[in-house]
């Protein structure tokens, strides 16, 4: 299990015991954020987890009243359609046999003659004559049609509140609820992306809450298939921002001296990421809070660079990270390749209660 800070101080010592500089461990451990790990542990039964409790996979405990979440056709379904034909056309069968023959014979370079056969071999029982990607663009022709959302996880704010104080602005009692559309995956990094994820606020008490059975439109795909229940043990922590992010930039780190960090960071980390509410991120790709700031007011990728882009940057600090959901086998849960799911408020939203407008990325190796 990688390391779990309690204060700053422990996160300082640490640092320069890596050999970081005094100045700039001082600084990581000053900006570090608290935040709640969410430590799962598998159930045979749904019903040894309380109603309303923090847990990640399951059913959620919906107030009796409201209905299963739907989200709305993709606003930008079209040219989502027209993307993937357009990819599905790169991969032919024809051009694929074509590169198949190519690679082999880079191998038949390098490789013994008894190596090679036996890798020939096995590449042969490829067959792409009849391989068809067809059905990735009927998958991604339901992206124009409303659809419900699977349910990913729900916090028990007043649990967390108990456990350590976290952002100011967070709500100290209640839930959250987070759904997300696990058929297409949205990755956050278009502006439509937020039609596939649903983060619900709400304050029912307990004994109006209800352990609520999916729809049976969710069970039409095998990509949607439920995750298994984890019960939550919360525990404080205190970590440190990520290189690129906002709050690392301003404890303007020098370059040589990132080796030093990010040396110290595999060290606690071993590459191993976790559930957790609040505080700094464990990122995987780049800085989340410039592409939400970025994205929220409409830029796709292709704008990311433009005048318009750079007024933007500024409000990147003001994204705050509220959920992030790790890769968990013993939950059935794959984002991407070994990824994790971030879910991110902008500060005046949080402040407001619009929990609808949180946004959802998904990074992965």
Not at 127 to 149: C, M, N, Q, W
Not at 276 to 298: D, W, Y
Request: contains cysteine; hydrophobic residues 40%; glycine residues 6%.
């Amino acid at each position: 299990m990688r390391k779990l800070f309690r204060t700053a101080a422990e996160i300082d010592r640490s640092l320069r015991a890596a050999g970081v500089r005094a100045a700039d461990a001082m600084v990581l451990a000053a900006r570090s954020k608290p935040y709640i790990w969410l430590e799962t542990a598998p159930v045979d039964d749904e019903a040894e987890i309380a109603l309303g409790a923090t847990k990640i996979g399951g059913t959620p405990d919906l107030p009796v009243t409201m209905p299963w979440p739907w989200r709305l056709p993709y606003p930008d379904h079209k040219q989502r359609i027209e993307e993937m034909q357009a990819g599905v056309a790169l991969f032919n069968p024809q051009d694929m046999m074509a590169e198949q023959a190519e690679m082999l014979e880079e191998f038949r370079k390098l490789l013994p003659p008894n190596e090679f056969e036996a890798f020939a071999a096995e590449s042969a029982k490829v067959d792409y004559s009849k391989f068809s990607l067809d059905s990735l663009v009927e998958d991604i022709r339901r992206t124009g049609e409303p659809a419900p959302l699977r349910f990913i996880a729900q916090v028990d704010l007043a649990e967390v509140r108990l456990t350590s104080p976290v952002d100011p602005d967070i709500p100290s009692e209640g839930r959250l609820f987070f759904f997300y559309d696990t058929d297409h995956r949205p990755g956050g990094d278009k502006p439509g992306d937020i039609t596939g994820a649903r983060l619900i606020y709400d304050l029912t008490p307990v004994d109006s809450l209800k352990r609520a059975s999916p729809p049976a439109e969710l069970w039409a795909h095998k990509q949607t298939a439920g995750f298994r229940p984890q019960r939550c043990a919360l525990h404080a922590g205190i970590w440190p921002p990520y290189f690129g992010s906002p709050e690392w930039n301003a404890c303007e780190i020098k370059a040589r001296a990132e080796k030093s960090v990010q040396a110290w960071w595999y060290e606690v980390t071993r590459d191993g990421h976790d559930h957790r509410f609040g505080g700094h991120p464990l990122q995987i790709q780049g800085n989340m809070q410039t592409e939400c700031a970025l994205v929220s007011k409409g830029l796709d990728p292709s704008a990311w660079n433009s005048k318009a882009a750079e007024r933007l940057k500024s409000d990147a600090a003001n994204w705050l990270l509220l959920l992030q959901i790790a890769s968990d086998d013993r939950a059935g849960m794959m984002w991407g390749d070994v990824g994790n799911l971030y879910v991110w408020i902008h500060r005046d939203a949080l402040r407001a209660r619009r929990f609808e407008e949180a946004r959802v990325i998904m990074q992965c190796y």
